[in-house]
């Protein structure tokens, strides 16, 4: 075991008292074993092959079942699960809730991957919103963004996030966009940067009101690379590219100082790496449409190895933790 072998040496090194050593060996070798995560990943997975094997299930017997059949079953199992979702809910507070019953988080999981199941199957079968897409995508983000504020579940969050982009594109991108398959407009680069900072200012709101603070990670992590990746393709593809490189200067910034703020190695990444990406792709541009000396793209890549070597050495002081 690695503990006992770091016992060892502190104990040769005269740091700790063999007796103690020996009591923390007993009490390593006697402690219960958590298998929670475990359950919990088994757990998610299972409600993923669930979702799968209904959907299979389903199209290989839509004949003889019935289509009302089925509508009742899934409704069923969606009320069966918000039911027992609600019935283990705790009094609503804007702080985390850190005391929850073990299946509840699973079956409001459950109950949203039915409600997805019972729209899709409605509108495949019956065509219930017709061409209105946007109102497909804004029935279960607002669903989706009550269930998760009033139950407290980020990965409910997430979800109610995805559904809320989606309709956002699907409302303000024209439609003649997605039957022309001409996604190269810079409309949607700039509705998604938008789309980004929106989901940054909801998480700094979150995170100054303490309404939810625990939520603002999640609002930051799919703010940040929504506008990082609009940034870039608006960068590699149209004018303008000093203000995408302001725009990019600014957010990467902002994502650094949250790293620094809450000793996040991820945040950290995504503002050096993202920033990087545009700063490269801008002076190679901008050197190509000069006519520079190829001298300067090794000096370049020269001082680029230099501060990757540097930021990896550093990388702890940079977000504030000791070594």
Wanted: charged fraction near 15%.
């Amino acid at each position: 075991m690695n503990y006992t072998k770091l016992l060892k040496t502190l104990v040769k090194k005269e740091i700790i008292p063999e007796e103690q050593s020996e009591k923390i060996a007993a009490y390593e070798q006697s402690k219960p074993f958590s298998i929670h995560w475990e359950l919990r990943t088994l757990l998610y997975v299972g409600i993923t092959l669930l979702g799968s094997g209904l959907g299979v299930v389903i199209y290989e017997n839509i004949d003889s079942i019935g289509h009302n059949v089925l509508i009742g079953l899934i409704v069923a199992a969606f009320l069966g699960c918000l039911y027992y979702a609600f019935k283990h809910r705790k009094p609503f507070t804007w702080e985390e809730v850190i005391e929850t019953e073990k299946l509840d988080d699973f079956a409001l999981l459950g109950a949203c991957v039915m409600f997805l199941t019972l729209e899709g199957y409605l509108q495949y079968q019956y065509n219930i919103f017709g061409t209105r897409y946007g109102l497909a995508a804004f029935l279960p983000a607002v669903l989706f963004f009550f269930l998760a504020y009033r139950l407290d579940h980020r990965g409910v969050l997430s979800m109610a996030i995805t559904a809320f982009g989606s309709w956002v594109g699907v409302n303000i991108a024209p439609i003649k966009l997605w039957q022309q398959k001409n996604f190269s407009t810079a409309d949607i680069t700039h509705i998604s940067i938008l789309l980004g900072v929106v989901l940054i200012v909801m998480g700094g709101v979150s995170e100054y009101k303490s309404w939810k603070k625990h939520f603002s990670f999640t609002y930051f992590l799919f703010g940040f690379n929504i506008a990082f990746v609009a940034i870039l393709a608006g960068l590699f593809q149209f004018e303008m590219k000093l203000i995408y490189l302001l725009i990019m200067a600014v957010l990467s910034y902002g994502s650094i100082w949250y790293a620094r703020k809450t000793q996040s190695y991820l945040f950290l990444l995504m503002g050096v790496i993202y920033g990087y990406i545009a700063l490269t792709y801008w002076i190679f541009h901008w050197e190509y449409t000069n006519a520079m000396d190829f001298t300067l793209y090794m000096l370049y890549f020269m001082s680029s190895a230099v501060g990757v070597v540097f930021f990896l050495i550093n990388i702890k002081q940079i977000i504030g933790l000791k070594k």
